[in-house]
């Protein structure tokens, strides 16, 4: 029987929701169609052993007490276990090198000193998510250095006299009145880097935020003024060095200035010029050449938010089983599933609690009240959601 090898690597939420999908509805109904002359297998490579639930980084990073980090990190070894080894495979390592001509993928080892070892695919699923300049927000590889990076940054917090936060987006805002909340008698500077905050929504929101971090006592910066490089010293202040050739020395920095797409181990013809993964049109989620796709953070359609994660999953499955079963789309009633177009959302959706009790933010293009936000997200930073991201909750049915 021929086997056809589909790869997936990343798992986060959109590797993890994709690859559930995939085993649950999408490989059943190509073999439906095939009448079982082909095996589908899918590999899953994730750079690391555990899930992190990186939406409550600004509330872990204040204090321990508040969502244990035993809540934030879960394990995933055992998360395709249900549909057996000869389904699915999970590897724990790092794609360092894509090579096209073979379609194979060489993988590190993350953990350990194992010698790489190479994963040959026939489809391709890119998730890889993005990696941002500060561990806190972001697992670099092991998710051992995301948890000290947090524990580091509760333990300094108490002693604390002045903090500077770098970046005026939801996760800068969010930790500002994180850590005004909790420990009020810290002097918060944040640097927004542009003329307003949280720029992807209208600016009377970014107003309001303004308004409510400052009432908690963070002094906030506009303007094109840049962190150019930081430098430690020996009594654990750092010395932050801005793009007007100032300087200042805090106690904690904190650098929530944006991400980055993990693609550094892709070919450049199947990037953009930000680096993210080309996808050739936003309805179909089909990457740059034949057989290859992508989802979340790392794709080139993705705005950056959840939705674009979420309600892609299914459409994404839908495009591989109208590919791999070689029907023309939305004509594939035998296999049981649909050939569904993405469609994204041209509205603003985002949600930025400003302490336990504050907050901003639209959903859909209709502005929502500070309990609306706290409902949402700012009671617990929708802590729950992670246990059924590892198991694919969500997408239990089709």
Same mark, same amino acid.
């Given at each position: 029987?021929?086997?056809?090898?589909?790869?997936?690597?990343?798992?986060?939420?959109?590797?993890?929701?994709?690859?559930? /999908? *995939?085993?649950?509805?999408?490989?059943?109904?190509?073999?439906?169609?095939?009448?079982?002359?082909?095996? /589908?297998?899918?590999?899953?490579?994730?750079?690391?052993?555990?899930?992190?639930?990186?939406?409550?980084? %600004?509330?872990? @990073?204040?204090?321990?007490?508040?969502?244990?980090?035993?809540?934030?990190?879960?394990?995933?070894?055992?998360?395709?276990?249900? /549909?057996?080894?000869?389904? +699915?495979?999970?590897?724990?390592?790092?794609?360092?090198?894509?090579?096209?001509?073979?379609?194979?993928?060489?993988?590190? $080892?993350?953990?350990?000193?194992?010698?790489?070892?190479?994963?040959?695919?026939?489809?391709?699923?890119?998730?890889?998510?993005?990696?941002?300049?500060?561990?806190?927000?972001?697992?670099?590889?092991?998710?051992?250095?995301?948890?000290?990076? @947090?524990?580091?940054? =509760?333990?300094?917090?108490?002693?604390?006299?002045?903090?500077?936060?770098?970046?005026?987006?939801?996760?800068?805002?969010?930790?500002?009145?994180?850590?005004?909340?909790?420990?009020?008698?810290?002097?918060?500077?944040? *640097?927004?880097?542009?003329?307003? *905050?949280?720029?992807? @929504?209208?600016?009377?929101?970014?107003?309001?935020?303004?308004? =409510?971090?400052?009432?908690?006592?963070? &002094?906030?910066?506009?303007?094109?003024?840049?962190?150019?490089?930081?430098?430690?010293?020996?009594?654990? #202040?750092?010395?932050?060095?801005?793009?007007?050739? #100032?300087?200042?020395?805090? $106690?904690?920095?904190?650098?929530?200035?944006?991400?980055?797409?993990?693609?550094?181990?892709? %070919?450049?013809?199947?990037?953009?010029?930000?680096?993210?993964?080309?996808?050739?049109?936003?309805?179909?989620?089909?990457? %740059?050449?034949?057989?290859? /796709?992508?989802?979340?953070?790392?794709?080139?359609?993705?705005?950056?938010?959840?939705?674009?994660?979420?309600?892609?999953?299914?459409?994404? +499955?839908?495009?591989?089983?109208? $590919?791999?079963?070689?029907?023309?789309?939305?004509?594939?009633?035998?296999?049981?599933?649909?050939?569904?177009?993405? &469609? =994204?959302?041209?509205?603003?959706? =985002?949600?930025? %609690?400003?302490?336990?009790?504050?907050?901003?933010?639209?959903?859909?293009?209709?502005?929502?009240?500070?309990?609306?936000?706290? *409902?949402?997200?700012?009671?617990?930073?929708?802590?729950?959601?992670?246990?059924?991201?590892?198991?694919?909750? &969500?997408?239990?049915?089709?």
């Amino acid at each position: 029987m021929a086997v056809h090898n589909i790869v997936l690597i990343g798992a986060s939420y959109a590797g993890l929701g994709t690859a559930h /999908y *995939l085993l649950r509805h999408t490989i059943p109904a190509l073999e439906k169609v095939n009448n079982g002359t082909t095996k /589908y297998k899918l590999t899953v490579i994730s750079a690391t052993t555990h899930f992190y639930h990186k939406i409550g980084a %600004p509330r872990y @990073l204040v204090s321990a007490d508040l969502i244990p980090l035993s809540k934030a990190f879960l394990p995933i070894t055992n998360a395709f276990d249900v /549909y057996g080894p000869d389904r +699915c495979e999970l590897v724990i390592g790092t794609a360092t090198e894509l090579n096209e001509s073979r379609k194979t993928i060489l993988v590190s $080892d993350t953990y350990g000193s194992a010698p790489p070892k190479t994963i040959a695919y026939t489809t391709l699923v890119l998730a890889t998510g993005s990696s941002s300049a500060s561990e806190l927000w972001s697992i670099p590889g092991s998710h051992e250095k995301t948890i000290a990076a @947090l524990k580091a940054t =509760q333990s300094a917090l108490p002693s604390a006299r002045t903090v500077l936060i770098a970046g005026g987006g939801p996760a800068g805002i969010e930790t500002a009145g994180e850590i005004a909340s909790l420990f009020p008698g810290i002097d918060l500077t944040l *640097l927004s880097g542009s003329d307003r *905050l949280l720029t992807r @929504l209208r600016p009377a929101i970014g107003a309001a935020a303004e308004s =409510q971090a400052s009432a908690l006592g963070v &002094k906030i910066v506009h303007g094109n003024l840049r962190v150019t490089s930081t430098s430690t010293s020996a009594s654990s #202040t750092t010395t932050v060095h801005l793009s007007d050739g #100032t300087a200042r020395t805090v $106690d904690i920095y904190i650098d929530a200035t944006g991400i980055r797409p993990n693609t550094a181990f892709l %070919p450049a013809s199947w990037l953009t010029d930000g680096k993210y993964v080309i996808t050739k049109d936003t309805a179909s989620l089909r990457g %740059p050449v034949p057989g290859v /796709y992508a989802i979340g953070d790392v794709a080139g359609y993705s705005l950056g938010g959840a939705l674009d994660i979420i309600d892609a999953v299914r459409p994404l +499955c839908s495009t591989i089983f109208a $590919d791999l079963a070689a029907g023309p789309e939305g004509k594939n009633a035998k296999g049981g599933v649909k050939a569904l177009a993405y &469609k =994204q959302s041209a509205t603003e959706t =985002q949600i930025i %609690p400003i302490g336990p009790k504050g907050g901003v933010g639209a959903v859909f293009g209709w502005r929502i009240p500070g309990f609306v936000v706290w *409902l949402i997200k700012g009671r617990d930073y929708m802590i729950g959601m992670a246990p059924g991201a590892v198991t694919g909750d &969500k997408f239990a049915k089709a």
